[in-house]
């Protein structure tokens, strides 16, 4: 194996085969400690032994990818530890062999489903969905089958467009969760907690449905990624409570939340440039009368054309860059990353 710089990885804002692969083993090794720690002192405090629940994590193997579930399990007893829900601390350890079996713990494979009904479903679509949205609703075959076709065709422009960022995909990823697109304000999501899932719903039919599934994709991995990368360095030192105005959403948001839509903008330019022999074969240039009104557009309102869009992202990192040089408090490894975008995108749009 390559010699590894875990710092250099950390810092280095473009998809790396090396990096990726590298990184999340990190990522999954830190779970893992930190899960038994978890049940250690659930133990402690409840006095009981729990000795099976952690041989079982002791022996799960960091080389593997792990599936929905570890992540989906650890936070879900982190939250009650923070709750100082004991109750369900108990239950949780009580029955965390039979729910983790040796078979669900790893996962191999990409998966491309619509609603299925699992059992972190309900979870899932509560932390996901706006207040008020119940669950998501179920692509019909056919429906499927024609979100399956384009995500496929998606996949495929990643990888040959940067095989590294395909390589990054295919680690990180373990299943497109393709629900309706019934929910006006919900397009896309990920989240640490569910590593490893990247739900999208389906496309309007007057959308570029492989631009879409490109973007979307690229998009969420790209939170992925920096989850991992947050999961073994903090970056962001603010403060949660404090808020800012963000390129990316409408009202004022966490530090964290405005460098997660710095680096998600940032790739989504890296990967537009990297695929205009896709969406932009004739390599027309850019347009330079699209109006700043045009440029500060809800993203949500934003059209599915190739070169609208990435005009967007590139004022949006501008503006984002501003932010975060005036108000963000950074670790070395944030000052690193955030310094390494700044130069990387002037040589990308130069």
Not at 22 to 50: G, P
Not at 235 to 246: H, K, Q, T
Not at 309 to 328: D, P, S, T, Y
């Amino acid at each position: 194996m390559q010699q590894y710089n875990l710092t250099q990885s950390l810092i280095n804002p473009d998809p790396h085969e090396l990096d990726a692969v590298l990184l999340h083993r990190h990522f999954r090794e830190r779970i893992k400690q930190s899960f038994i720690l978890l049940v250690q002192e659930v133990a402690k405090t409840l006095k009981k032994d729990y000795e099976a629940p952690l041989a079982f994590l002791k022996q799960i193997n960091s080389d593997k990818r792990y599936s929905v579930r570890v992540f989906y399990s650890y936070y879900s007893l982190l939250a009650y530890i923070a709750n100082n829900d004991i109750r369900a601390c108990e239950k949780f350890c009580d029955s965390l062999c039979s729910s983790l079996t040796y078979k669900n713990i790893y996962n191999n494979h990409l998966f491309i489903k619509t609603v299925h009904d699992e059992d972190w479903e309900k979870n899932f679509s509560r932390d996901m969905l706006p207040k008020g949205e119940l669950k998501f609703e179920k692509l019909d075959e056919n429906e499927l089958a024609y979100c399956k076709k384009n995500v496929l065709e998606a996949i495929e422009v990643i990888k040959q467009s940067s095989p590294e960022m395909g390589v990054e995909f295919s680690d990180h990823t373990s299943l497109i969760y393709l629900p309706k697109g019934s929910i006006a304000s919900y397009i896309a999501g990920s989240g640490v907690k569910y590593f490893g899932v990247l739900s999208i719903t389906s496309p309007r039919s007057e959308y570029d449905p492989l631009l879409y599934f490109f973007d979307l994709i690229v998009h969420e991995l790209s939170h992925m990624h920096l989850n991992i990368i947050m999961g073994l360095d903090s970056v962001i030192l603010n403060d949660a409570s404090e808020r800012y105005f963000s390129p990316a959403k409408i009202e004022l948001r966490p530090m964290k939340g405005i460098f997660h839509a710095h680096f998600v903008f940032y790739r989504l330019i890296y990967m537009y440039l990297k695929a205009g022999k896709v969406f932009n074969p004739k390599n027309k240039p850019l347009s330079k009368n699209i109006s700043i009104e045009e440029l500060d557009a809800n993203i949500a309102m934003l059209p599915w054309e190739y070169k609208r869009r990435l005009l967007v992202w590139i004022h949006k990192f501008k503006q984002g860059e501003e932010i975060i040089v005036k108000h963000a408090k950074l670790t070395k490894i944030g000052e690193q990353l955030f310094e390494k975008m700044s130069e990387n995108f002037l040589k990308m749009i130069n």
